[in-house]
């Protein structure tokens, strides 16, 4: 289930993931799910940034959820300085910005390509979906476009990582 709230807390944070870690070894230890299981169940986080009014945001944060990860949307009026301190350029930026794994997500990037980037671990800063093209993941309509969905490097530049 989608959490929104408007502000971060870093203790609160350091606390769920300690219960969530606890809750895990128990699971492993009394034999009840296996490692493998364990890694499923636990599930990525993803902090998504995005403003309290946008729909497709809403709909992106549902796929991800779909897709077995945990979402947490913080709801923000302006997403300039988040953007700016994860790195993103204006030309690769879209509605909506996540962290996750240490990497940031920019846009309406398909949740098998953030599968893919968390177990290769590439060095990169993160992928992005530029502008907001119909057909990508929260973007349904009556047409499909297509897109790439690009890296974004550590030097500042952008590779093609899929092309869908």
Known sequence: ????RN????TRRKREALWSSVAVAALLFTGVVTADQAIVTAGPKVTVYKTPTCGCCKKWVSHLEANGFEVEAIDRQ???MIKSMSGVSPENASCHTA???GY????????????RMLQERPDIKGLTVPGMPM???GMEGPRKDAYDVLTINNDGS????ARR
């Open 1 to 4: 289930m989608q959490k929104t």
């Open 135 to 137: 057909g990508s993941p």
């Open 78 to 80: 302006d997403l300039g």
């Open 7 to 10: 502000e971060e807390s870093p």
């Open 99 to 101: 962290r996750v794994g």
């Open 158 to 161: 952008s590779d093609v990582y």
């Open 104 to 115: 940031v997500v920019e846009g309406h990037v398909p949740a098998d390509d953030i599968k």
